[in-house]
Structure formats: structure tokens, C-alpha cells
């Protein structure tokens, strides 16, 4: 059996293979499929037009240039995906808004926790930002590396690990859901609902590509409500406040033998938890089964669809990219982009499941047998292709701090 030390560096040295493959299929295929080349001449010949239309370019958003410039490009990548005129990339980015909508949930509780205060994990928005600017192929391997290196919440079971893995903020954790309902699912639907003129149509593009601070603020804005409704004095006085983190003077006391108030709190985080974790999941399934059922709908009746539709939604066209290792020129800058999105969701996917398997076995109280690896590999692999692979990686966290918060063991 390998050593903690071995298992944890084997977890580094893979993220780091999927970190390089991200980073030729991602930047690598723009130089040589031809997408670099039409921006850059977008840019300085023009027409200054989104790409397949004669809408121009809105290049003013904040009036700060370099966040102009990057909400500028991003309007550009993006512009294909709700302008209708590719069916295929429109259906497959409604997929992989579901499947990432999961992930920065997943990766924002995992900021929550005690043991992450003092690294970079705790910056869980920053680290959505840079999977909006940069890429989330490239960047959740890194962060998966950055959080097996600093944080302590990937170490080995022990009652260490029960406590760090524990919420520092209970209250932001339990209005998670309404926080990215309204500051990640909203601006997405907006930048979506073709009832707009061009110009709102790229202020809401640009808008959603800001969700992640949005949920961030929202989140710290519901938390701050609902702790003064904790202080009114028209709550219920007979009400325990479990969610006000511990001082550490009643930390000795439950130490020192109040278990049932231990177990009082980690039931109501276990809930807080179990409803993050159900909101990401739901989105996992409706992203992975909406898409597959349009599909099939056309394939199964394609008289009750256009002809356009009937050609564009088929499993190839929608989930199989063009090689990335290919110099084929691309057909248009929206095959361009569609390729650069499916290279996105599943380089970056393998590393966020690379990442939660690791904190999974970690987590787990016995020494995983081949029967256990064969059977959590079937499980993967099953949920990957029922509700897409953000739901195999909420999947493990869920069953992973189930598992922790479900120990009587108080570290003292």
C-alpha cells in the first residue's frame, strides 16, 4: 500500500498531466484551428462585428480598460452561443452551464470550511474568476494541486479532518443556493432570452461573466440578513443558534464532553450541506438529460423540428470535438469555440474528479480494496454518464462530508 505521501504526490502529478494536456488542447487548439488568426484580424481589420452577424462590438462596459477588454473578448467567444446561428454549440453550452454551475458550487463550500481560512482556498471566487478568464480545463487542476499542497482538508482521515473539513461560515453555506440562483442562474437566462437589442443582449453577456463575485456578494448579503433576524427579538427565544460558529471556550466544553450539542451542530451542517449539494446535483441532471432528450427527440420525430435542428443535434455534432492535436482550419469561428468549450468541460472535469476521488479516499475510515476501487469507478463512470461528470464530483464530496460529520469523534 502506498504512503499518504506517495498517494498525495501521485494526486499532484496527475493534475499536473491533465494541467498540460489543458493547456495544448485549450490554447493550442486556437493557434491551429484558425480562431487566434480570426480574432486578431477582428480586431485590427474589422469589421468590428460579432462573429456570423453585422451586430457591432460593444467595447465599453466599466469603463476600465483592461476589464473592458476582457468583457470585450469574452462577448466575442460568447456571442455564438445564444445568437442561434449554431444549434449545436447553443445546446451544448446550456450542458455545460449545468455541469459548471456545480463545480463553483462545490469549490465554494469547499472555501467555507474551517481548515481553508488561512490558504488561497478560501478565495473560492477568486479562483471562479480565473476559471471565467483563463479557462476551467486549465485552472481546476491547478487549483486541485494548490489545495493538496496548502490545504488541510486533504489529508488523511483523523479527527483532525472531521474538524477542519467543519463550516466557518454556516450561515453563507445555507443560503448558497439562492445566492447562485440569483447572481449566476438569472444573469445566464438573461444573457440567453433572445428579446433584447443587441447592445443590452452584450451588457447581460458581460454581466454573466461577473456571476461569480455576484453569488460571492449575495451570498455574504443573505447571510448578514439572516443573522439580524437571528438577533430580532421576535425570533423564537427558545431556538439554538446553530449556526453561530463556536468560541473557544465552548469548543473546551464540547470537547470536554457535551456530544450531543456536537451532534446537534453537525446535523443542521449535515442539512445545510445535503441542500447545497441537491441544488448542484438537480443542475446536474436537468444540464445532462434536457440535451440528451432533445437529441433523441429529433432523432426519434425530426418532422416536429426544423431541418436545421435535425442536422445539428446529434450526439457527434453536439458532445464529440474535432481532434485537438488537428491543423484542420475550422469552419467558422463558432465550430472554433464549440471545440474550445467541449476540450473545456472535459479536461477540466477529469481534474475536479481526480481531485474529489482523492478527498474520497482520503476521507474513508478502511483502506480501499479492489472490490471498493472497482465499485466507486462504476459508480463514476455511471453518474458521469446520467447526470455528466459534475454530478460524479458533487457525488463524492456529498458521500465524502457525509461520512466526516457523521463521526462522534470530537479532536480535542
Known amino acids: 500500500m502506498l504512503s499518504p505521501l506517495l498517494r498525495r504526490a501521485g494526486v499532484v502529478v496527475a493534475l499536473l498531466c491533465v ?12 493557434f491551429r484551428n484558425g480562431y487566434y488568426d480570426a480574432l486578431i484580424r477582428l480586431r485590427d481589420e474589422g469589421p468590428h462585428h460579432l462573429p456570423g452577424t453585422t451586430n457591432p462590438i460593444l467595447t465599453r462596459y466599466t469603463g476600465i480598460g483592461f476589464l473592458d477588454k476582457l468583457l470585450t473578448l469574452a462577448t466575442v467567444m460568447f456571442a455564438n452561443v445564444t445568437d442561434g446561428s449554431s444549434p449545436q454549440l447553443s445546446l451544448y453550452s446550456f450542458h455545460f452551464a449545468g455541469q459548471y454551475l456545480a463545480i463553483l458550487i462545490v469549490t465554494t463550500i469547499e472555501g467555507l470550511r474551517r481548515g481553508n481560512q488561512s490558504n488561497t482556498i478560501r478565495f473560492f471566487s477568486v479562483w471562479a474568476c480565473l476559471m471565467q ?26 479527527p483532525r479532518l472531521v474538524e477542519v473539513v467543519s463550516t466557518a461560515n454556516p450561515l453563507e453555506l445555507s ?32 454581466l454573466w461573466q461577473g456571476s461569480p463575485i455576484f453569488a460571492m456578494l449575495l451570498q455574504k448579503l443573505f447571510a448578514v440578513r439572516q443573522a439580524a433576524l437571528q438577533r430580532s427579538p421576535h425570533a423564537r427565544p427558545h431556538t439554538p443558534n446553530v449556526y453561530q460558529p463556536s468560541s473557544s471556550k465552548q469548543q473546551q466544553s464540547l470537547a470536554g464532553g457535551s456530544l450531543s450539542s456536537v451532534l446537534s451542530t453537525r446535523s443542521h451542517e449535515k442539512r445545510s450541506l445535503a441542500k447545497s449539494y441537491l441544488f448542484a446535483f438537480v ?6 438529460v434536457i440535451p440528451l432528450a432533445l437529441i433523441a427527440a429529433v432523432y426519434l420525430r425530426p418532422s416536429m423540428f426544423p431541418a436545421r435542428l435535425s442536422e445539428a443535434w446529434t450526439i457527434t455534432n453536439v458532445f464529440v470535438p474535432h481532434p485537438f492535436w488537428s491543423t484542420e482550419k475550422m469552419e467558422s469561428m463558432a465550430t472554433g469555440m464549440h471545440d474550445f468549450f467541449l476540450y473545456d468541460q472535459y479536461i477540466g472535469s477529469t481534474g475536479a474528479i481526480i481531485w474529489a476521488y482523492a478527498l474520497y479516499v482520503n476521507a474513508r475510515e478502511r483502506p480501499m ?4 476501487w472497482a465499485k466507486s469507478a462504476f459508480v463514476i463512470v455511471t453518474l458521469s454518464l446520467a447526470t455528466g461528470p459534475a454530478g460524479a464530483v458533487v457525488w463524492l464530496m456529498w458521500e465524502r462530508d457525509q461520512s466526516l460529520l457523521s463521526r462522534t469523534a470530537v479532536s480535542h
Open 19 to 30: 494541467y498540460a494536456l489543458g493547456a495544448n488542447a485549450l490554447y493550442g487548439l486556437l
Open 133 to 158: 478568464a483563463t479557462s476551467y480545463g486549465c485552472t481546476m487542476p491547478l487549483y486541485g494541486i494548490f489545495h493538496f499542497l496548502t490545504s488541510p482538508t486533504a489529508e488523511e482521515i483523523s
Open 175 to 206: 443560503t448558497l443556493s439562492e445566492a447562485f440562483t440569483l447572481g449566476y442562474v438569472v444573469p445566464a437566462v438573461l444573457m440567453c432570452v433572445p428579446l433584447f437589442s443587441n447592445r443590452l443582449h452584450q451588457w447581460f453577456g458581460g
Open 283 to 288: 443542475w446536474c441532471i436537468l444540464s445532462q
Open 369 to 372: 480494496k479492489a472490490r471498493s
